[in-house]
């Protein structure tokens, strides 16, 4: 497996509060996504990075932030989280020039 | 519309089976065609990726593009319940450093014995 973890695994949280999900890669590899998985929607990328303090935005940004200090560390935060936001959020990595990407195992995040 | 379509199923074969799972796009601009599998409450894993048209071959999977058509498709021969997942498609542009991935919906297949 590529060396990919995500933290938390699942999260409950409140509605309005912040949440940050934290994606690790011990790849050095340069390019970072963020997708959410929902039933009837698949893969939907919501922000990605293509190096350290490079980021864009995806098909589904409103409502996430993300940031990249080092390469390794990929941060997703939910500023006020909501209902809609409850998903499986997959952290992926490429390196450059490669279509291949890498999954994380997934962060399961429910909003009460 | 999605830019790649996929249709859900599920698709449900017995043992054995030959499976033909498929995904259609509209951005002619696609170069790189990727399939992925996706067990339960598990991250996609990447199965084989091809380049513009044509086949690739890789045990008992196959995977076909079609650039003219805009359809590309998996198959998988002597199909077993280990295979049972979601399948997703993928394409990316390739151009100017320009990989992300644009995923389908995923195919759920199940394979019973």
């Known amino acids: 497996d590529a060396g990919i973890t995500q933290s938390p695994r699942h999260k409950v949280t409140e509605t309005g509060t912040p949440v940050t999900l934290r994606c690790h890669q011990t790849?050095?590899?340069?390019?970072m996504y963020w997708y959410r998985q929902d039933p009837g929607h698949g893969l939907r990328l919501i922000h990605y990075?293509?190096?350290?303090?490079?980021?864009d935005k995806g098909e589904v940004s409103d409502g996430y932030s993300v940031s990249r200090s080092k390469t390794e560390d990929f941060l997703l935060t939910l500023e006020s989280a909501t209902s809609s936001q409850t998903s499986v959020y997959f952290c992926?990595?490429?390196?450059?020039?490669?279509?291949?990407?890498?999954f994380g195992q997934g962060t399961r995040l429910t909003v009460v | 519309q999605k830019e790649v379509e996929q249709d859900p199923g599920p698709l449900s074969v017995p043992e054995g089976a030959i499976v033909s799972l498929n995904c259609t796009y509209s951005?002619?601009?696609?170069?790189?065609f990727m399939w992925y599998r996706q067990y339960s409450r598990k991250g996609p894993e990447l199965l084989m990726y091809t380049y513009s048209s044509g086949n690739k071959e890789d045990g008992r999977f196959t995977a076909q593009v079609d650039k003219s058509s805009k359809y590309i498709s998996l198959f998988i021969r002597d199909s077993q319940p280990s295979d049972s997942a979601t399948y997703l498609c993928a394409m990316t542009l390739g151009t100017g450093g320009s990989y992300i991935p644009t995923f389908g919906r995923g195919t759920s297949l199940i394979v019973h014995p």
């Open positions: 790849e050095n590899h340069r390019y």
């Open positions: 951005n002619s601009a696609f170069q790189y």
């Open positions: 990075s293509y190096g350290v303090k490079d980021t």
């Open positions: 992926a990595i490429s390196g450059t020039g490669s279509p291949e990407a890498f």
